[in-house]
């Protein structure tokens, strides 16, 4: 069990949830289990599952302590670990969504949460309606009385709109609805959203608290009212993770609060450079005073993660090439949350309604743990390819 005292700071919550070394031996680190088959002590224990642990597939020591860490950060009743950040999406749409329900999305959501809802979902024969994310307490003119799911990301995918979740919350419990909300930008340091609300916290902990781009993992957290029906989905999919990504995750979350604090700083300092920066229209990051939902962002947030996005003052597709191809440090490549930086060019191609308009392309900066005079410099080159293109 975990010593975790909510009174403790983070760092000190970090380095020591979910694990009680002396339950295990004195060893700092929990055991790798690797399980499919648990033994029963008799026939009686076997046909009653009257013991703690049962099946690989149901949760194991290793699964637990990373479980346990993560409910001490949500302050959740109940946390599944499963194979990637896209399956800690769907396997919570999987489980409350019923045929014939009306479920809500925000458009700025991360793009395969859109598809898999416009796929497997509408396919189910679930209604999928988008809305606009600064909707707020607005959201209440959107639900039907089969309305089951208000789904949330915070700040947005790759345009960083932030979204009243106490607003929407209050609305959709309204009507019954639960609410759900992919929380990876900020982690459970910088936001807690049960705290405001939302009844199913969501993560891709491949992000940072993988943090070296070598590990995909998700983790879904429910308070108490929503635990029991979770849990029930994930054991009914068998979606579960393997004890060694779930090792490495919960590795990551020991160091993650030094290294979220890193990227934190060096993001901010970067975001405000390039605000005036030649051949930046826009800088899209809400923790930046001239973002337009600052307040919102400050009101509920306590710090902002390492990735954020440019827009180009003018320009397509070749100027954002330019600028790409310019990049030394930066890599060009999906994900973030890992120690080293990255660049994408972002498509809002999907989008109904949070598509702009924009003054020229977005491109996506996660800043890594590298020098920000390097970053600097890496990114000034890349500006110049752009003006030049
Ligand atoms: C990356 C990401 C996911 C998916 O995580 P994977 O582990 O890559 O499947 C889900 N939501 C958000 C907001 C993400 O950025």
């Known amino acids: 069990m975990t010593k975790n005292d909510k009174r403790q700071g983070i760092n000190t919550q970090l380095a020591h949830a979910g694990h009680d070394p002396h ?10 289990v690797h ?13 009653t599952r009257g013991q703690k642990y049962t099946y690989g597939t149901r949760g194991t020591p290793t699964t637990d302590a990373l479980a346990e860490a993560i409910d001490a950060l949500e302050g959740s009743a109940g946390t599944i670990c499963v194979p990637s950040g896209l399956a800690a999406v769907t396997v919570p749409l999987l489980t409350f969504a019923s045929a014939g329900d009306h479920i809500l999305i925000t458009d700025s959501v991360y793009h395969p949460t859109r598809h898999f809802a416009d796929t497997m979902l509408r396919r189910m024969g679930v209604e999928v309606e988008y809305y606009d994310p600064h909707i707020g307490g607005g959201i209440a003119a959107l639900i039907r009385p089969n309305t089951s799911i208000v789904f949330t990301e915070s700040p947005a995918s790759n345009t960083f709109e932030v979204q009243d ?7 959709a419990h309204a009507a019954g609805a639960v609410v759900m909300m992919d929380n990876t930008w900020a982690t459970p340091l910088y936001l807690k959203p049960l705290d405001f609300g939302v009844d199913i ?16 993992l998700g983790t879904v957290s ?18 579960c993770a393997g004890p060694d990504d779930v090792y490495q995750v919960l590795r990551g979350l020991r160091t993650m609060g030094v290294r979220l604090e890193h990227h934190r700083k060096s993001a901010l300092e970067i975001a405000a450079w390039l605000e005036g920066q030649p051949g930046v229209a826009r800088v899209l990051h809400p923790a930046l005073p001239s973002h337009p939902d600052h307040n919102l962002w400050k009101r509920d947030f306590t710090g902002s993660s390492g990735i954020f996005s440019i827009v180009l003052n003018g320009g397509g597709q070749k100027q954002a090439h330019a600028f790409l191809d310019a990049l030394e440090i930066f890599g060009l490549g999906y994900s973030w949350g890992g120690y080293e930086s990255l660049a994408v060019p972002v498509f809002l191609g999907d989008r109904v309604i949070a ?12 800043i890594g743990l590298e020098d920000v005079e390097d970053l600097k410099i890496d990114i000034a080159h890349g500006l110049t390819a752009a003006a030049e293109a």
Do not use: M
Request: charged share 15%.
């Open 222 to 239: 429910a308070n108490e009212a929503y635990w029991e029906r979770l849990y029930e989905g994930f054991v009914t999919l068998g979606c």
């Open 355 to 366: 598509k702009g308009p924009y003054a020229g392309p977005l491109i996506r900066l996660q």
């Open 23 to 32: 339950g295990y031996f004195g060893f700092v680190n929990p055991p790798v």
């Open 201 to 216: 916290s969501i993560h891709a902990a491949t992000k940072y608290p993988g943090g070296h781009s070598d590990v995909l």
């Open 35 to 47: 399980a499919s088959t648990v033994l029963y002590p008799d026939a009686n224990t076997l046909s």
């Open 165 to 171: 979740i106490p607003a929407i919350a209050k609305a």
